[in-house]
């Protein structure tokens, strides 16, 4: 290897070093802990009083139950709509558990290039609001077949989420027992 190419190399892995580091500083954390459920922000979260029939803090605007394959709209604190039936990620492909998503993007007729759909062409995810890395999204779709990762509803109720939630709007994707425990157990307390 040149020299040349060492400092390269060099450079690529301080530079990767600096944009980890500052993810962390800027962003809270940047790397997902080894248990979501035991991260500071899951404490945070747990801390919280929950929203009356959900297992996710009263100060989220959508709540997604993994275990029971429920989702909720709240507002104020407590259950405005829900619960909603979902399908999530199958295996492989696992919707990610989380406290702390923010919706960042809506899109009324979304058509996804990386999840081919049973046709072999992009899949159409109508209503579609993102909220978490990798495209996962609330989006409308076929109950009865395990998503990529996403969180599927049926289309009218995709279209309710996609009408209710704005960009900004705060998510949970929860396991309900999980949480109902920590709460029990006073787990939030930092």
Same mark, same amino acid.
């Given at each position: 290897?040149?020299?040349?190419?060492?400092?390269?190399?060099?450079?690529?892995?301080?530079?990767?070093?600096?944009?980890?580091?500052?993810?962390?500083?800027?962003?809270?954390?940047?790397?997902?802990?080894?248990?979501?459920?035991?991260?500071? +922000?899951?404490?945070?979260?747990?801390?919280?009083?929950?929203?009356?029939?959900?297992?996710?803090?009263?100060?989220?605007?959508?709540?997604?139950?993994?275990?029971?394959?429920?989702?909720?709209?709240?507002?104020?604190?407590?259950?405005?709509?829900?619960?909603?039936?979902?399908?999530?990620?199958?295996?492989?492909?696992?919707?990610?558990?989380?406290?702390?998503?923010? +919706?960042?993007?809506?899109?009324?007729?979304?058509?996804?290039?990386?999840?081919?759909?049973?046709?072999?062409?992009?899949?159409?995810?109508?209503?579609?609001?993102?909220?978490?890395?990798?495209?996962?999204?609330?989006?409308?779709?076929? !109950?009865?077949?395990?998503?990529?990762?996403?969180?599927?509803?049926?289309?009218?109720?995709?279209?309710?989420?996609?009408?209710?939630?704005?960009?900004?709007?705060?998510?949970?994707?929860?396991?309900?027992?999980?949480?109902?425990?920590?709460?029990?157990?006073?787990?939030?307390? !930092?």
């Amino acid at each position: 290897m040149s020299r040349t190419e060492r400092l390269r190399r060099r450079r690529r892995v301080l530079v990767t070093g600096l944009v980890l580091v500052a993810g962390v500083g800027l962003g809270g954390t940047a790397i997902a802990t080894a248990d979501p459920e035991q991260s500071r +922000v899951a404490q945070q979260a747990h801390a919280e009083p929950a929203a009356p029939g959900t297992p996710c803090s009263a100060s989220v605007r959508a709540c997604v139950d993994l275990e029971t394959r429920q989702a909720w709209l709240v507002r104020d604190g407590r259950v405005a709509d829900g619960p909603f039936p979902v399908t999530t990620g199958g295996e492989g492909k696992a919707t990610p558990v989380g406290h702390s998503f923010r +919706v960042y993007r809506k899109e009324a007729d979304h058509r996804s290039g990386e999840y081919p759909g049973p046709d072999g062409r992009p899949a159409r995810m109508p209503w579609s609001v993102f909220f978490a890395d990798g495209g996962i999204a609330f989006h409308g779709g076929d !109950l009865s077949r395990e998503s990529a990762g996403c969180v599927k509803l049926r289309t009218r109720d995709a279209r309710r989420f996609f009408e209710t939630l704005q960009v900004g709007d705060k998510v949970q994707v929860v396991n309900g027992s999980v949480e109902r425990r920590h709460r029990a157990e006073g787990r939030g307390h !930092l």
